[in-house]
């Protein structure tokens, strides 16, 4: 059951803060976009703007397969289960 329905309070932990970050690391990578909105470097004629963007779609699904992982560690380990 999840803590909504048990009635507990929420409980944040650093754990669960890194998660936090991973998924929130893309979006504010990508609504950021005076940060990239430039032609220069580029890389094998592709404009900074582009592969920029492109390298964040890699990044981003890395990022939640490790939000994932650690989710699952940390649900075995409120559950009293190994946390591997």
């Known amino acids: 059951m999840s803590e909504a329905a048990t009635g507990k309070q929420p409980v944040i932990t650093p754990l669960r803060v890194v998660i936090g970050l991973c998924l929130a690391a893309p979006f504010v990578a990508m609504l950021w976009v005076g940060s990239y909105a430039k032609v220069e470097p580029l890389v094998i004629g592709i404009p ?32 009293g289960g190994d946390a591997r």
């Open 48 to 79: 900074f703007f582009y592969w920029y963007q492109m390298l964040w779609v890699l990044v981003s699904t890395v990022l939640t397969m490790v939000a994932y992982k650690l989710w699952q560690r940390d649900q075995r380990a409120r559950k």
